[in-house]
């Protein structure tokens, strides 16, 4: 059996330190042998002579230890996976409910508004208040804004209809006026108490075709009724 030579087994101790394994046998590896006394010892660097038989062994480049055992390879920011943040918390209403309820108190607004258009219309009035009108336009320069007598006599209290217990007499007098008649001319009702009214300033112009009949009547009655 063809012995090992020494400098293959230092090769192979070193080869299986470097990847971490046990030594031959589990034990320890022999000591190398000391060179023979007298001998010199190959200098670094130099080439190990080939051992007897003349066949060099085959020289094995050294393994480095961090070739031995490689690192783990570290997975880069591309692989890992990417972080999903969780979804923000959902109320559960849809984001148009938001607008639609700010705009529906405008929306019954409008609506209510539609069903029941504004009158355009002027307002009916009565015929008081139509008389009330023409009164305060045409007869309250003379007899006062309320009827209580200026340089006409007084209307109001009942006045009116003393002296004209019949409207369609007062209606006449309006008609003509007083301008026409003398001063110290009688008219209205004989049987008035404190007897008739007289014509002290003839300046009552007569209202027909001033007026209309309408507005009259209605002026009429309201110093018949409306006068208090």
Same mark, same amino acid.
């Given at each position: ?25 589990? &034990? ?9 006394? &007298? ?18 062994? +085959? ?23 990417? =972080?999903?943040?969780? +979804? ?28 029941? +258009? ?31 007598? &200026? ?6 209290? &009942? ?62 009655? =309201? ?6």
């Amino acid at each position: 059996m063809a012995q090992v030579p020494e400098y293959l087994l230092e090769r192979s101790r070193e080869r299986r330190a470097a990847l971490g394994l046990p030594p031959f046998g589990g &034990g320890e590896a022999p000591a190398p042998s000391a060179p023979a006394e &007298g001998a010199e010892a190959p200098a670094a660097g130099a080439e190990t002579p080939p051992p007897a038989g003349g066949v060099p062994a +085959p020289t094995e480049a050294p393994v480095p230890a961090a070739a031995a055992e490689a690192p783990a390879p570290v997975a880069t920011e591309a692989e890992v996976a990417p =972080y999903l943040a969780p +979804p923000a918390a959902r109320s559960g209403i849809p984001a148009w409910v938001v607008p639609v309820l700010a705009l529906l108190p405008i929306w019954a607004f409008a609506y209510v508004g539609a069903l029941n +258009p504004p009158s355009t219309a002027a307002p009916v009035l009565t015929p008081i208040q139509q008389g009330a009108q023409t009164f305060a336009k045409t007869c309250s320069p003379c007899h006062g804004a309320t009827g209580g007598g &200026g340089v006409g006599p007084k209307l109001a209290g &009942g006045e009116a209809k003393l002296t004209f217990p019949n409207a369609a007499d007062q209606i006449a007098w309006v008609d003509s006026g007083s301008i026409s008649k003398a001063k110290g001319t009688p008219y209205g009702d004989p049987s008035r108490p404190g007897g008739q009214h007289v014509v002290h300033v003839a300046g009552m112009p007569p209202f027909k075709g001033t007026l209309t009949d309408a507005q009259i009547q209605n002026v009429v009655t =309201y110093e018949r009724d409306g006068l208090k």
